[in-house]
């Protein structure tokens, strides 16, 4: 009979052909040039998440280091980490280190300011966050409220080929579902998708949080007879291609608007309309997104949206 060991390993080996990290790892994508931070607190459960990310991203960069945050009211006054025993900075720790992901699995509840600061390191350092979604449901991620970080569900991969889920948060907060390599819990799977965003940053270049979520998105499969609020958008499956489509679609030359903001709620949308002729812009390179539709325009989107089914353009 196999021991508990064994039985770990064959599943460990079964997760990598799947969603293609061994593939990966032979063509020499193994994280290597990023850096990522794990900002557990010292014991047994920083060790078996950092092997966690460390199964899929060997070659990555991982720094050690619970979070510090001070807040008065609803503004961080100091935000520090702990690395090597020295507390420094924060945002000097990810200037001096290039830290681009910081995972964490921790639950319970967070303050506002805390959650709208890191939401702030997302745009202004281009930090990716990511987070566990718990193990049960009512255990809220620490980072999971208000989308600050890409909160993670555990699904685990039977020996007859079939995906179950073995660990999941509290309903609407789960963003997507993994492996958890050799760990155990969404705190592992938290770090194993951290790794796989690595390998996916080594390959095919930076990007955004946001574009990240939408990249995650576009890879990842429905697992069948999984309700949605566990699993998310899916189980992210990593691309063989050579180039990331969402990406060149995010950033088409199209969207070169200059009152259309990066971050705009309607960007991606305002995107697609003008990808697929329904929508252009103003001579000046402006698209006046706040403007109201006027019965005219609408008439011709709409003639250009049947022009479009019917196969005319």
Known sequence: MATYAELREQDFKRQIEFNN??????AGFKGKGITVLNAEHDGDHREMTSKAFKDYAPDATLLEGAIGIRASG????EATVNLNGDRICLEDAIDKYNIK?????YSGKTPNATLNYFKDLQK?????FVNSAGNAPHEHGVWSKNDTAITVSACQLKE???????????????DFTGF???????SASAPAIAAMIA??????????????VEILKSISIKLPNIEDYKQGWGLPILPLTEKLEILERLRGENMNFKDVEQDRWSKNFIKI?????LLQGYPDGTFNPGASVTREELAVVLVRLLDKIEGRI
């Open 21 to 26: 990290i061994k593939k990966y790892h032979d």
């Open 74 to 77: 609803d503004k961080v006054i």
């Open 101 to 105: 992901i910081i995972t964490r699995s």
């Open 124 to 128: 202004r350092k281009g930090v990716i």
């Open 160 to 174: 007859d080929g079939s995906i179950i889920m073995r660990y999941f948060g509290s309903e609407g907060e789960i």
């Open 180 to 186: 958890m390599a050799r760990g155990i819990g969404t």
């Open 199 to 212: 390998l996916l940053l080594e390959k095919y270049g930076d990007f955004t949080q946001e574009e990240c």
């Open 273 to 277: 309309c003008v990808d697929e002729g």
